[in-house]
Structure formats: C-alpha cells, structure tokens
C-alpha cells in the first residue's frame, strides 16, 4: 500500500489497520540474532563458569524490543506519520531516551564484546563512547530529527522515516553508552560524573522544546495542513509535542540521576559506616591494651 493510499484510507479513519512488514521484519531478525547468541553462541564464547545471559539481561532486551515495535508500528506510527506531531514526539523519545539503556542493559559483556571485535571497530567505538563525544553525537541527533526538513522527510517517505528511526536508535545508543557503561574498557564513568553527564543531556534539548511550546506558528507544513484528530489544531498538537519533549524528558533523565545519587549516597554512607567501626574497635583494642 502506497503512502498516498495509506492516506486517504485512514483520513476517514486513523484506527484503520495498516500493516507494516518492514518492522516486523527487522525486529523479528533482532529477536531472533538475539536469541541465537544467547542460545547458541553464548555456551562456546561466555566466560566459564558464566551463563550466557541473565534473566534479568533477556527481559531488558525484549522489552526493549517490544516498546521498538510499539513506537514504530501501528497504530503510533500512523498516526505520527499522517495526523499528530505530538504522538511524532512519543516516538522519539522511546527511541532516545528508553529503547537504547534497555538494549545496552540487555546484551552480555561477553556477545558486546564479539560484536565489537579488538581491530577497528574496537577503534572506532572507543572514540564514539568518549564522554564528550557521545554527549555530542546525541545531542546533535536530538537537533537534527527536529530540523524541519528531516521532519518533512519522515512523513513523506516511509523508507525516510525508518532510515532517521535507525539514526536515531545508532546516535541514543551510543550517547547513553556512558550511562550504562556495559564494558569497563569503553566510556565509563563514575556516578558523580555520570549524574553531570545526563544533567547535561537533560538542557539541551529544552531548546527545541522550548521553540514547540511557546512558538506562535506551527513550524512544520505537513502538519499544520494534515487532517484534524480529536479536534487539536496544529497550533495546539505542537505546543503538546513540547511539553512531552520538555517535561517527559526531562522526568525520565532525572529519575535516572536520581536513582544514581541515591546509589552513590548508599556506598558512601556504607563505606563510611565501615571506617568508622573499624576505627572505633582499634581505639576500643588500645584503650583495653589487648592487641597482639
């Protein structure tokens, strides 16, 4: 089914069904690479003694599969694509800022390290997860899907659409790299240092947001002329598009800096606790005149 007939199909009716094989597709071969390395794979390359893949690890990937294929197939993607920027904006921000630490979360050190091999690629990565050159591969990413005429590409063309939804995913994935830090020898960071990498992550894109919601035109023309839904003018699905972008962000990268402070605080008030204890027993040991 072409665009145009997509179009005119789900004018009368946004729900109207429309299949989307591509997604399918390239998800189930994910699934599938994925369980073939943890199944098969996984028994001659992961260390001794480890298993191929937690439980924890597999459900973190498939989730991250599922949220994939609810953002990209229908009925979100439809209605991104031909009514609402705003449900535009759902996706991106699933494919920012949750798909990517669900995946990074969901792959053993051991298949990250097949993939990545020790020649170039191994290189090439190491340059790619520096701090400050994954906050800016990310943040430049974040920029660049909110320049009109790539907005314009991805809802004229659905092979555009998914070609930026790629980017998108490559970019998230390696801006959230030192996050997660999956492999020590890779970008890794301490928490203090992670907490200040997503409070910076966490300003820049309010400038687009910012841009959406106080804007008094609509920006873009594909839809500011596409068909009405539930009675939003352009004006009004742009202004919601920025508030998503803006306050879901925000909250979803600030509750990711809040679990690591408070992470950070329990190791150093155990740490701490240890210290002193142990400094308390030795005064204790002298001031009896019982050490040996």
Do not use: C
């Amino acid at each position: 089914m072409s665009l145009a007939q997509a179009t005119t199909e789900t004018a009368v009716n946004p729900w109207a069904w429309n299949p989307h094989p591509e997604i399918w597709f390239a998800l189930i071969v994910l699934a599938a690479g994925y369980a073939w390395a943890i199944n098969v794979l996984g028994p001659r390359r992961a260390p001794e003694g480890e298993r191929p893949g937690t439980p924890g690890q597999i459900f973190a990937f498939y989730s991250g599969i599922i949220l994939m294929w609810f953002a990209s197939d229908w009925p979100i993607h439809d209605i991104a694509e031909r009514y609402l920027f705003s449900f535009h904006m759902i996706q991106h921000l699933a494919l920012l800022l949750v798909v990517p630490p669900l995946l990074l979360l969901g792959t053993p050190k051991w298949l990250l390290r097949t993939l990545i091999g020790t020649g170039l690629r191994f290189k090439v990565m190491r340059v790619l997860t520096k701090p400050v050159v994954a906050l800016l591969t990310y943040n430049l990413m974040v920029a660049f899907i909110h320049w009109p005429v790539i907005v314009d590409l991805q809802t004229s063309s659905n092979a555009g659409h998914g070609a930026v939804h790629g980017l998108v995913l490559a970019a998230s994935i390696i801006g959230w790299w030192p996050v997660v830090a999956p492999l020590p020898e890779l970008g890794r960071l301490n928490d203090i240092a992670k907490m200040f990498y997503l409070f910076l992550t966490s300003i820049i894109p309010t400038v687009p947001a910012s841009f959406l919601t106080f804007a008094e035109g609509v920006f873009y023309k594909h839809y500011e002329e596409a068909p009405r839904l539930w009675g939003l003018s352009a004006a009004t699905d742009q202004m919601i598009a920025g508030l998503i972008m803006k306050i879901g962000g925000g909250l979803l990268l600030w509750s990711v800096i809040a679990v690591l402070f408070f992470r950070w605080n329990a190791r150093e008030e155990r740490a701490e606790t240890e210290t002193v204890s142990w400094d308390d027993f030795e005064r204790e040991l002298q001031a009896w005149d019982m050490r040996k």
